[in-house]
């Protein structure tokens, strides 16, 4: 039995009810990791703060889905890929491009092939990425802001990635069209 509530907004604690409510306005829909992180009130005021911060960065809309797929597939959470396919699905992003981040390719456009190198770069090297990372990124016309933002865009996924790791995660069904499984190791 998973020791981690699955709560509703009336079983929520109370610092993490309106939270919850804005998160299901929003969706239309509570995403089974944020009624998991609704447990621990300040994580899910940390994790909606620094998502709306990460939505004001300079990075196009574009560009962070691109990322917040990429990471997720990068740290295996299946609840994430799904999410985020969702996601850049309703965003308009290309169906080939999100298949190739989903399997671990490198999806053909020059921008989003940078921003997916990076990424995966950022998080293998746990922040530790070269010269030769940074320069390749900013052949594509990124700057020393959009690494930083990159490293924000990042930090964002793992709060969630790992929550739904220690939590394990179970899909909404209305995620389940995105069902995407993890290759392991």
């Given at each position: 039995m998973n020791p981690f509530p699955l709560h509703t907004l009336e079983t929520a604690p109370p610092e993490s009810k309106p939270l919850l409510a804005s998160v299901?306005?929003?969706?239309g829909f509570l995403p089974n990791v944020y009624a998991h992180i609704a447990e621990a009130p300040v994580v899910l005021e940390a994790l909606l703060?620094?998502?709306a911060i990460f939505a004001r960065t300079s990075l196009t809309e574009r560009h962070r889905h691109v990322l917040l797929l990429a990471s997720s597939v990068e740290n295996r959470c299946?609840?994430?890929v799904a999410a985020h396919t969702r996601g850049a699905q309703a965003a308009g992003?290309?169906?080939?491009v999100i298949?190739?981040?989903?399997?671990?390719?490198?999806?053909?456009?020059?921008e989003d092939a940078a921003m997916v190198t990076f990424v995966r770069a950022l998080i293998g090297s746990r922040?530790?990425?070269s010269d030769d990372d940074l320069n390749?990124?900013?052949?594509?016309?990124f700057t020393p802001r959009h690494a930083l933002e990159v490293v924000l865009g990042?930090?964002?996924k793992i709060l969630t990635n790992y929550c739904n790791h220690v939590t394990d995660t179970e899909l909404n069904p209305q995620l389940a069209p995105y069902v995407w499984k993890d290759p392991g190791p």
């Open positions: 299901e306005a929003r969706f703060q620094l998502s299946t609840f994430c992003i290309d169906a080939d298949t190739s981040i989903r399997d671990g390719l490198v999806p053909g456009a020059a922040g530790f990425v390749v990124f900013f052949q594509q016309g990042v930090t964002v």
